[in-house]
């Protein structure tokens, strides 16, 4: 039972151009979702966080969209530039319960390629 | 900055044999470590959860026997895989946070574990 999915396993963009990422979730108990990005052989890398008060951040060229009736968040990046390049994970956290940790539950990713 | 180093990077080990992975966080304290595994083209799995001075709360399906957590201080996590086997062969991630309510976790490089 996959509660975060990313449905696109690859997408490819022209540099210069919007990538768009997409993230589905089922838990309606998640209220805080990431994007991390991954090169290979390394840990990811935090990029942006939304809460789920909110439905867009915007940190530089990253924009994280959160639409909570459609449980589903995007991440734009724009201008797109090689050095994206990655595998792109969205995670998603369903608050503290009783005290316990803030685990993340990971989609399987994005690989991202941009294209020079 | 929020660094969190691993080691080693790659290990290949007998089958049978124990072998012992070092999280650390470099420059903050890391009240909380979380330890990931991760297939091929697959999520991030999560294997168990430590506090500080606590015991590891592990995951459904992970045998805490096999795959042994110390969090003996707040810059250090340890992952021992008890008589590894050839499908122990994964690539091992921790990750850490500053507090037990935080969602922001800050990951390490990652360790590949060959199991022959």
């Known amino acids: 039972d996959q509660q975060v999915k990313q449905n696109s396993p690859s997408l490819s963009v022209q540099e210069g151009r919007i990538s768009i990422l997409n993230c589905d979730y089922t838990n309606s108990m998640f209220d805080y979702f990431l994007w991390y990005k991954k090169y290979p052989a390394e840990g990811p890398t935090f990029l942006i966080s939304i809460s789920s008060i909110k439905d867009k951040n915007e940190d530089g060229r990253f924009t994280v969209f959160l639409n909570k009736s459609a449980k589903h968040l995007s991440l734009h990046i724009v201008p797109s530039q090689p050095g994206d390049s990655a595998v792109y994970f969205c995670a998603a956290s369903g608050g503290n319960s009783g005290g316990s940790n803030y685990k993340l539950t990971f989609g399987k990713g994005t690989l991202l390629t941009v294209n020079p | 900055g929020a660094v969190v180093s691993q080691h080693p990077s790659w290990v290949i080990c007998k089958s049978g044999t124990s072998v012992k992975i070092e999280c650390r966080s470099l420059?903050?304290?890391?009240?909380?470590m979380f330890w990931y595994r991760q297939f091929p083209k697959q999520s991030l799995m999560l294997m168990a959860t430590s506090n500080e001075g606590s015991k590891a709360t592990y995951e459904q399906g992970v045998e805490k026997d096999k795959f042994l957590i110390n969090h003996a201080s707040l810059t250090l996590s340890t992952l021992t895989v008890t008589s590894a086997h050839p499908e122990d062969s994964s690539f091992y991630i921790c990750?850490?946070?500053?507090?037990?309510?935080?969602?922001?976790?800050?990951f390490g490089p990652g360790t590949r574990l060959t199991v022959t």
């Open positions: 990750s850490a946070s500053r507090t037990r309510l935080s969602y922001e976790q800050y």
């Open positions: 420059d903050f304290q890391a009240t909380t």
